[in-house]
T-cell receptor, first 112, second 112 residues
Framework: DGGITQSPKYLFRKEGQNVTLSCEQN?????MYWYRQDPGQGLRLIYY???????QKGDIAEGYSVSREKKESFPLTVTSAQKNPTAFYLC???????????FGDGTRLSIL | QKEVEQDPGPLSVPEGAIVSLNCTYS??????FMWYRQYSRKGPELLMY????GNKEDGRFTAQVDKSSKYISLFIRDSQPSDSATYLC????????????FGTGTRLLVSP
């Protein structure tokens, strides 16, 4: 089945630690995105990538980093510089940058 | 004022009712409008994708866009308990890469 796989479903971070969230898609989509979802707020864009080896900052990129070395994969690293990392993180992809976006089932990150 | 406003609910209806979910927006440049359904602890699922004004129907779902009033609606006919979820509206402009702007979501509860 084609889709977007995010792992792990739950992740805990200690103070001063970097953690990496995985996102893999087998839809052959060019564009991929990372969003953060907090209670009472709409989804906010962290980073997006229109094509392999290229990515752009979204609205709330501070404290996060990404890479796009393969078309299928767009991992997100939450660094220790992100002071409020507790949230539900969603990865999405689309055939092109302005095509409908489809989402994975998210990773919930909490602080120990 | 947020760019996209959506009543958080919850909206409680009996099974079989017609449900009306709504979003208002302030940016008249929005051209593409989407509705997503999100079950608890899952990622959003794209339900409807429309361009500009008018109606679009898909099974029990009808999306309506009124650009003159900056108002979009999602109607669900013959609602089922399985429709209980949070419904997110999203929209974007037309030119170049344009991020999606999301509403905060309306929680719908359909009781048997």
């Amino acid at each position: 089945d084609g889709g977007i796989t995010q792992s792990p479903k739950y992740l805990f971070r200690k103070e001063g630690q970097n953690v990496t969230l995985s996102c893999e898609q087998n839809l052959n989509h060019d564009a991929m995105y990372w969003y953060r979802q907090d209670p009472g707020q709409g989804l906010r864009l962290i980073y997006y990538s229109q094509i392999v080896n290229d990515f752009q900052k979204g609205d709330i990129a501070e404290g996060y980093s990404v890479s796009r070395e393969k078309k299928e994969s767009f991992p997100l690293t939450v660094t220790s510089a992100q002071k409020n990392p507790t949230a539900f993180y969603l990865c999405a992809s689309s055939a092109g940058v302005n095509q409908p976006q489809h989402f994975g089932d998210g990773t919930r990150l909490s602080i120990l | 004022q947020k760019e996209v406003e959506q009543d958080p609910g919850p909206l409680s209806v009996p099974e079989g009712a017609i449900v009306s979910l709504n979003c208002t927006y302030s940016n008249s440049a929005f051209q593409y409008f989407m509705w997503y359904r999100q079950y608890s602890r899952k990622g959003p699922e794209l339900l409807m994708y429309t361009y500009s004004s008018g109606n679009k129907e898909d099974g029990r779902f009808t999306a309506q866009v009124d650009k003159s009033s900056k108002y979009i609606s999602l109607f669900i006919r013959d609602s089922q308990p399985s429709d209980s979820a949070t419904y997110l509206c999203a929209m974007r402009m037309n030119t170049g890469f344009q991020k999606l702007v999301f509403g905060t979501g309306t929680r719908l509860l359909v009781s048997p």
